[in-house]
């Protein structure tokens, strides 16, 4: 991990990723590149929209729309402002901004700037699906080809021990997997290699899960003896995920991701308010390659 990419608004949740990202900087010895992506509308930036260029807050007013200007000395402002907080005392950073709001184009933005994993907030989220699923964390989660860490409560201290990697144990997710235990690897975290087993159609008996699991781990050529294999029941794949990782206290989530779908097909209910409203544990996102 040499350089996280940091998306803010400048908001509350935005800082909450923010300080997160500073302290796995600090323990990884990583660059921080901030971006802020201005709430433009393209017709009004054609010179610039067309390219998605990230440009440089000094700013000029030269030849750019009235709108632009604004937004630019706005978002020069912010970066100011958030100078002055305590948890960037002595941290060196980089920022940009992108010309206008468009989620899907930020896997450019990461490439431009070599970054190898993306820490983002996530507003007003309360269960896992409402964290990803119509939501522009899901737009990110969906373009990047870097892992994603979602953070939506603040962390005075991210010390990732324990990591739970959520599988649905098909193949495809082998590359996903070797991720997570390469990032676990770095951080000297526990991984637990979890299925949830539900009723219905999706259920499978010990031994399938066994089975399965077996081969998973042969064909990925890992050391049984480096992380735990974990099969939970439950009446739904979220409500296991959040009983289990609580039950083990979890610091990280991994789910794996696809392009295409996204994490919707990962939730099929919607959970209890109660049980919403003390989900706080972040999840880190791995596309399926």
């Known amino acids: 991990m040499k350089t996280i990419l940091v998306p803010t608004d400048f908001s509350e949740t935005a800082n909450y990723a923010l300080e997160v990202a ?12 901030l971006l802020h992506m201005l709430e433009i509308k393209d017709h009004l930036l054609p010179s610039v929209s067309e390219t998605n260029d990230v440009i440089n ?3 000029s007013s030269g030849g750019n729309p009235p709108a632009a200007v604004f937004y630019m000395k706005l978002a020069h402002k912010n970066f100011e402002a ?7 005392e002595g941290v060196t950073y980089e920022e940009a901004i992108q010309n206008h709001l468009n989620f899907n184009e930020i896997n450019t933005t990461a490439k431009k700037y070599q970054a190898d994993i993306i820490v983002m907030g996530s507003h007003g989220a309360t269960g896992l ?6 939501s522009h964390t899901e737009k990110v989660v969906r373009s990047s080809e870097i892992p994603v860490i979602v953070i939506k409560n603040k962390h005075l201290d991210f010390n990732v021990k324990n990591l739970v990697f959520v599988t649905d ?3 495809d997710t082998l590359s996903t997997l070797k991720k997570a235990f390469a990032f676990c690897k770095q951080l000297d975290a526990k991984l637990y290699l979890l299925h949830i087993n539900t009723p219905g159609d999706a259920f499978m008996t010990s031994n399938d899960i ?27 794949i979220e409500k296991g ?3 289990f990782s609580k039950s083990i206290g979890a610091d990280l989530i991994a789910i794996p991701t ?5 994490l919707a097909h990962f939730f099929n209910h919607n959970l209890s308010e109660e049980m919403v409203n003390h989900f706080d544990i972040p999840v880190i996102t791995f596309k399926i390659d």
């Open 169 to 171: 144990l098909k193949t």
């Open 241 to 243: 995920i959040i009983n």
């Open 22 to 33: 500073v302290q796995l900087s600090k323990k990884t010895n990583s660059k921080l590149v």
């Open 129 to 134: 699906k409402e964290v990803f699923v119509g």
């Open 57 to 59: 807050p000094i700013l």
């Open 82 to 88: 958030l100078r002055e907080h305590k948890f960037l």
């Open 210 to 236: 066994d089975e399965k699991i077996n081969h998973l781990v042969k064909e990925a050529g890992f050391d049984p003896n480096k992380f735990e294999v974990q099969k939970y029941n439950d009446r739904d």
């Open 258 to 262: 696809h392009a295409r779908r996204g």
